[in-house]
């Protein structure tokens, strides 16, 4: 039996503005549970690199431990890839955006990954605005071990085993808002009309995008009683309101119903688009966000679409002053200018 996709594709697939079909952006056939929510996720990753004219090998995919991190192999197979240890894919992503600015980060992780062993690593990648889409599949459980319940699970959710969840649960989207996350937007895995203009605009953000997408697993946390389950979440989704994203260039057209739409535009020049339904929830307010994130956990509801954004903060980069080149595009002798400049640099040190 073999994991790897059939070489040939249709020679009249149609193709993005620079010259890649659909099938570019796969990678590998997937080893996960059929119908697990992260194959949509990574489906709909590489459906919104096609749109965006993303060159696959300008991307670089980085994960941890977990099914989550497994599908890195699902998308982009000829792009960068490394998959770290449990809870550390922050740290590889930190080192290698600062070696190559030049690449598109997707840091893709699970609720075990980032909320238990990773969370001072997910934090502290936050508080820099490192440059990277961080995906978080959350499904509440342990899927590799067999279903225990993970920091993301809801207080009183009921396992496949019939335990009830005793602990307060760690709402990642509340936290990314709380630490300053420059983009906070949060997703279900069945709703890719959604997931991918949020994939989009988290790509052309200039700092630190935090997508947390609810994906049920449909073998440990899918049972009645799991506020992870499919029927859960479509029970008690709500949404921010319906978004698009306007690529750079493109008409932008105005609402009939005046007040009801907002563009939120990103540093190249490109537009979110939010039809928003509660006119007193502002994605560019950080407490409206936190405020609007509270009440619909205060009512048991998931509140999806596109939290808060804030696009005037400078990235890591800017903020280290680093170099506009890639370290690996660097001559020798832009690396190592000499004598005369490391008695200068010393200098100024004394």
Not at 161 to 181: C, H, R, T, W, Y
Not at 287 to 314: D, F, N
Request: some cysteine.
């Amino acid at each position: 039996m073999t994991y790897i996709r059939p070489a040939f594709k249709h020679p009249h697939l149609p193709k993005n503005q620079i010259g890649y079909t659909a099938k570019d952006y796969e990678g590998s056939l997937s080893t996960l549970c059929a119908g697990c929510g992260h194959d949509s996720i990574t489906a709909a990753i590489a459906r919104a690199c096609f749109e965006m004219n993303v060159q696959p090998h300008k991307v670089a995919k980085l994960s941890g431990i977990g099914c989550s991190s497994k599908t890195p192999a699902y998308f982009l197979g000829n792009s960068h890839g490394f998959n770290s240890v449990h809870g550390r894919m922050p740290s590889v992503a930190t080192g290698a955006n600062m070696a190559n600015r030049d690449l598109v980060y997707f840091g893709v992780s699970g609720d075990g990954d980032s909320a238990s062993i990773g969370m001072g690593q997910f934090v502290h990648a936050i508080r820099r605005n490192l440059n990277m889409v961080y995906v978080v599949m959350n499904n509440g459980c342990y899927g590799l071990t067999k279903g225990q319940d993970s920091a993301t699970a809801d207080l009183g959710s009921k396992s496949k085993a019939g335990s009830i969840n005793p602990f307060q649960a760690i709402d990642l989207a509340s936290l990314a808002v709380e630490l300053g996350a420059t983009f906070v937007a949060q997703s279900f895995s069945g709703d890719k009309q959604q997931l991918i203009p949020l994939l989009k605009a988290a790509m052309n953000h200039k700092g630190f995008a935090l997508l947390n997408v609810i994906s049920p697993c449909v073998t440990f946390n899918n049972n009645p009683g799991s506020t992870k389950s499919y029927d859960y979440v479509r029970e008690h989704v709500e949404a921010t309101g319906t978004v698009d994203f306007v690529p750079e260039k493109s008409e932008i057209l105005h609402s009939q119903e005046e007040g009801t739409d907002k563009y939120v535009e990103m540093h190249d020049g490109t537009y979110l688009k939010l039809h928003k339904l509660d006119q007193h929830w502002d994605p560019e307010d950080r407490i409206s966000a936190a405020s609007a994130l509270q009440h619909a956990r205060a009512k048991g509801e998931i509140l999806t679409g596109l939290l808060y954004v804030h696009t005037g903060h400078p990235d890591l980069h800017d903020v280290l002053g680093t170099a506009g080149k890639p370290l690996n595009a660097m001559l020798e002798k832009e690396l190592c200018p000499g004598n005369e400049a490391l008695q200068e640099v010393n200098a100024g040190l004394r």
